[in-house]
């Protein structure tokens, strides 16, 4: 921001760099060991919206951290679920 309060406007090429930070993430996360996750990266506006479910919050974590990394000077905003792994607490009843 400006001294004034407001933000300088985004250039094309923040536009494009923003997509080159995202493809980034999406391949640094296949690559590791969260390459089998259903994680979605959508690019709003300046800011990324991750998406999906995993299986641990330490899961949902690591992804968010990476993508904090990786996209240093954007919003991350994490709407990552985590997926209710627990043993069920009775027994499911079939007729």
């Given at each position: 921001?400006?001294?004034?309060?407001?933000?300088?406007?985004?250039?094309?090429?923040?536009?494009?760099?923003?997509?080159?930070?995202?493809?980034?993430?999406?391949?640094?996360?296949?690559?590791?060991?969260?390459?089998?996750?259903g994680?979605?990266?959508?690019?709003?506006?300046?800011?990324?919206?991750?998406?999906?479910?995993?299986?641990?919050?330490?899961?949902?974590?690591?992804?968010l951290h990476?993508?904090?990394?990786?996209?240093?000077?954007?919003?991350?905003?994490?709407?990552?679920?985590?997926?209710?792994?627990?043993?069920?607490?009775?027994?499911?009843?079939?007729?």
């Amino acid at each position: 921001m400006s001294r004034h309060g407001t933000r300088p406007a985004r250039s094309a090429g923040g536009a494009q760099n923003l997509d080159y930070l995202v493809a980034h993430l999406t391949d640094h996360l296949a690559a590791g060991p969260l390459g089998e996750l259903g994680v979605r990266i959508e690019i709003r506006g300046e800011a990324v919206l991750l998406t999906g479910t995993v299986p641990s919050a330490q899961c949902r974590d690591d992804v968010l951290h990476s993508a904090r990394a990786e996209l240093l000077g954007h919003p991350v905003h994490c709407d990552i679920v985590v997926a209710d792994n627990a043993a069920p607490d009775h027994a499911e009843e079939v007729e």
